[in-house]
């Protein structure tokens, strides 16, 4: 395909907030994740015993006036980390040049602002939710990408993407097929899920969450840590081949249509997905130099995946989770880890993975997988990312004219 440029690009996770708290962390190895503090009152009293990649700072995030009916956990992180790594100003390069009818928002998000119908629901006045958690489309799923085109101006086609946790990496298709059929010329993509009560004991009720940091690839791993985090890419086509921006140059989607949560067991979804990415690229697998696994460190998961991997890359790839990070941010995590990938690319940090101690590596792990951290330049970054029901998303990231190597 034609490849997109990303002009800009950012992530807030529990590593910090901006590009470069990202990229300090991944290289100190310093993981962001904390025991269970999430919750205050009644829900404090019955907190999961986990740990959780929290974002520090967004409970006191400020909403502007006019978007202030919107005020909500999910908003006033989504509105966070716009305000990161120059995309409020990208916006306003790519609304000047094309105009904002000619701009597509494409979002992911898991649960979307859940967590205020929640809280709604224990602060009822009588039979009517309390008056300031009353604006209808706040309870929409819907409500991320309403908030989003209020935030920025932008007045092209608007979507909400909520395929789990495929969701943010899903974007990244859906923009280009938009700019490849000339719907719009540019695209914000991105993600933003919230901690909230339906996720922490949600999945726990599956029995998906650890109580211990999670061990990815790890034989003794026993599920996730969850997390939050919201981030943006800016897409737009590429007139000059010469353009030094990094690029998008292929995905990959598939349906496992195995089961409703678990990933077929060898794999097979997962690997067409990647195989579509990297056709759609153009490239051969050997190309790939780093590949962010989706590696959520449940039992199903990681076997599932490394079969994939094995199957279909040479000894010499480099593939890891960085969920030791940052945890399962769920529907952030497509646009949190295609960030990781293209720090990656562009830094020649190939993150390994966090453990608390020595690694025992899951049977099914082939030589791809890796634990420890390497630095080389690469040609291409690949990210994976899979959601319930079987919904894999699969990206493939490359240098600009200029960068190339």
């Given at each position: 395909?034609?490849?997109?440029?990303?002009?800009?690009?950012?992530?807030?996770?529990?590593?910090?907030?901006?590009?470069?708290?990202?990229?300090e962390?991944?290289?100190?190895?310093?993981?962001?994740?904390?025991?269970?503090?999430?919750?205050?009152?009644?829900?404090?009293?019955?907190?999961?015993?986990t740990?959780?990649?929290?974002?520090?700072?967004?409970?006191?995030?400020?909403?502007?006036?006019?978007?202030?009916?919107?005020?909500?956990?999910?908003?006033?992180?989504?509105?966070?980390?716009?305000?990161?790594?120059g995309?409020?100003?990208?916006?306003?390069?790519?609304?000047?040049?094309?105009?904002?009818?000619?701009v597509?928002?494409?979002?992911?998000?898991?649960t979307?602002?859940?967590?205020?119908?929640?809280?709604?629901?224990?602060?009822?006045?009588?039979?009517?939710?309390?008056?300031?958690?009353?604006?209808?489309?706040?309870?929409?799923?819907?409500?991320?990408?309403?908030?989003?085109?209020?935030?920025?101006?932008?007045?092209?086609?608007?979507?909400?993407?909520?395929?789990?946790?495929?969701?943010?990496?899903?974007?990244?298709?859906?923009?280009?097929?938009?700019?490849?059929?000339?719907?719009?010329?540019?695209?914000?993509?991105?993600?933003?899920?919230?901690?909230?009560?339906?996720?922490?004991?949600?999945?726990?009720?599956?029995g998906?969450?650890?109580?211990?940091p999670?061990?990815?690839?790890d034989?003794?791993?026993?599920?996730?840590?969850?997390?939050?985090?919201?981030?943006?890419?800016?897409?737009?086509?590429?007139?000059?081949?010469?353009?030094?921006?990094?690029?998008?140059?292929?995905?990959?989607?598939?349906?496992?249509?195995?089961?409703?949560?678990?990933?077929?067991?060898?794999?097979l979804?997962?690997?067409?997905?990647?195989?579509?990415?990297?056709?759609?690229?153009?490239?051969?697998a050997?190309?790939?130099?780093?590949?962010?696994?989706?590696?959520?460190?449940?039992?199903?998961?990681?076997?599932?995946?490394?079969?994939?991997?094995?199957?279909?890359?040479?000894?010499?790839?480099?593939?890891?989770?960085?969920?030791?990070?940052?945890?399962?941010?769920?529907?952030?995590?497509?646009?949190?880890?295609?960030?990781?990938?293209?720090?990656?690319?562009?830094?020649?940090?190939?993150?390994?993975?966090?453990?608390?101690?020595?690694?025992?590596?899951?049977?099914?792990?082939?030589?791809?997988?890796?634990?420890?951290?390497?630095?080389?330049?690469?040609?291409?970054?690949?990210?994976?990312?899979?959601?319930?029901?079987?919904?894999?998303?699969s990206?493939?990231?490359?240098?600009?004219?200029?960068?190339?190597?």
């Open positions: 395909m034609p490849p997109v440029a990303i002009r800009a690009y950012t992530a807030t996770t529990a590593l910090g907030h901006g590009r470069e708290a990202q990229a962390a991944l290289h100190a190895r310093r993981s962001g994740l904390r025991r269970n503090d999430f919750g205050d009152g009644a829900s404090a009293d019955a907190r999961l015993d740990w959780i990649g929290r974002v520090d700072g967004v409970e006191d995030v400020v909403l502007p006036s006019e978007l202030a009916p919107f005020d909500c956990r999910n908003h006033r992180l989504a509105w966070l980390a716009l305000r990161q790594d995309i409020l100003d990208g916006i306003a390069a790519l609304r000047t040049r094309h105009g904002a009818e000619r597509a928002i494409v979002i992911g998000t898991s979307s602002s859940i967590g205020a119908s929640e809280e709604a629901y224990t602060r009822l006045d009588g039979d009517a939710f309390p008056i300031d958690l009353r604006e209808p489309l706040l309870h929409t799923p819907h409500s991320l990408g309403h908030f989003l085109q209020r935030a920025t101006g932008l007045r092209g086609p608007c979507v909400t993407v909520a395929t789990a946790c495929s969701s943010s990496a899903k974007v990244f298709a859906q923009a280009a097929r938009l700019i490849h059929a000339g719907v719009v010329d540019a695209a914000l993509v991105g993600g933003v899920d919230t901690l909230c009560g339906s996720v922490l004991f949600g999945f726990n009720a599956l998906l969450v650890s109580r211990h999670c061990l990815p690839f034989a003794r791993r026993d599920g996730l840590s969850l997390g939050e985090a919201g981030g943006y890419a800016l897409l737009e086509r590429i007139d000059d081949a010469h353009d030094p921006a990094p690029r998008l140059c292929g995905y990959g989607e598939s349906s496992d249509a195995h089961h409703m949560s678990s990933p077929h067991p060898e794999g979804g997962a690997r067409l997905a990647m195989v579509d990415a990297i056709a759609r690229a153009g490239i051969l050997d190309d790939v130099g780093y590949l962010n696994l989706h590696g959520t460190a449940t039992p199903a998961n990681d076997s599932a995946e490394a079969l994939a991997v094995r199957s279909l890359f040479g000894d010499a790839l480099h593939a890891s989770s960085t969920k030791g990070w940052v945890g399962h941010t769920l529907g952030a995590a497509g646009i949190v880890e295609s960030v990781f990938a293209l720090i990656a690319l562009e830094s020649g940090l190939l993150p390994g993975m966090l453990h608390a101690g020595e690694p025992q590596r899951d049977p099914a792990c082939g030589p791809q997988i890796r634990f420890d951290d390497v630095e080389r330049d690469i040609r291409y970054a690949m990210n994976n990312s899979f959601g319930f029901g079987g919904n894999n998303a990206l493939v990231f490359g240098h600009g004219s200029h960068g190339e190597r």
